[in-house]
């Protein structure tokens, strides 16, 4: 609830005195310690993505995506060049640092500078990106632009209600739950209720100090076991 009122006694939200517009994300890479991301392109990405998301044998990765699975690399490099190559969603390839091939995708959309809000989706992760330092990185990035680069003031992520992997991953990653907007579309002709979460800009400098300690190379063992997991961060930023 707002403390704030106006002259006729209804409540207020707070000012914004110096808020100005920000820019639209620039189709430039974004360069980490175990992943870089660059503007996705059909003829340098196509086929290392359609090979990577082939590992994935049972297509469990396409369940709550609108589109795919792609049965051949001209498929993938069809729904690239008719899907991924505008503004809003603005799509990149998520480039493994060590082998130099794409494993993943995510973007950006419904980008709204006049008021700050950009929105993180279509993330898909090939197995060899799943469950490792780049996958948590490759989100660091994107949030690291929208927020210390550009200004943004809010990072939206929503998901299919029923898809308790992004859920988990909302919350691991930082973001709060605000609520389910039920019968919000349909795809793949069946129903999606859709949870909403988000990260303000007043949240991110603390969520920014926990990501850096977590992807710290001495964080993790020799094995490349954790020592101390993002989620512990997270609470404490949070505290």
């Excluded at 493994?96 to 700050?116: C, H, K, N, Q, W």
């Excluded at 209720?193 to 964080?219: F, K």
């Amino acid at each position: 609830m707002s403390d704030r009122t106006n002259e006729l006694g209804q409540p207020i939200g707070f000012d914004v005195p110096d808020w100005t517009p920000c820019s639209r994300p620039p189709r430039e890479p974004m360069q980490g310690r175990y992943v870089r991301l660059a503007p996705i392109n059909a003829a340098a990405h196509a086929q290392d993505l359609f090979e990577a998301f082939a590992a994935d044998s049972e297509n469990r990765i396409w369940t709550y995506l609108p589109y795919g699975p792609f049965a051949s690399v001209d498929d993938c490099r069809t729904w690239i060049e008719t899907t991924c190559l505008g503004e809003d969603p603005l799509f990149h390839a998520i480039i493994d640092g060590d082998t130099g091939r794409a494993v993943g995708v995510a973007s950006y959309l419904r980008i709204e500078p006049a008021v700050g809000v950009i929105e993180v989706g279509h993330i898909n992760y090939a197995p060899a990106l799943q469950k490792t330092r780049g996958a948590t990185e490759a989100m660091f990035l994107m949030m690291q632009r929208v927020f210390s680069e550009l200004g943004y003031r809010r990072y939206e992520w929503k998901c299919d209600a029923l898809n308790a992997g992004s859920c988990a991953a909302a919350a691991r990653l930082g973001f709060t739950y605000e609520g389910q907007f039920r019968q919000a579309t349909t795809y793949k002709g069946r129903n999606r209720d859709t949870n909403w979460y988000a990260i303000l800009d007043t949240e991110w400098p603390a969520l920014e100090r926990a990501y850096e300690a977590w992807l710290e190379p001495l964080n993790f063992d020799e094995r490349g076991v954790q020592k101390t997991s993002l989620a512990n961060l997270m609470a404490r930023a949070r505290a």
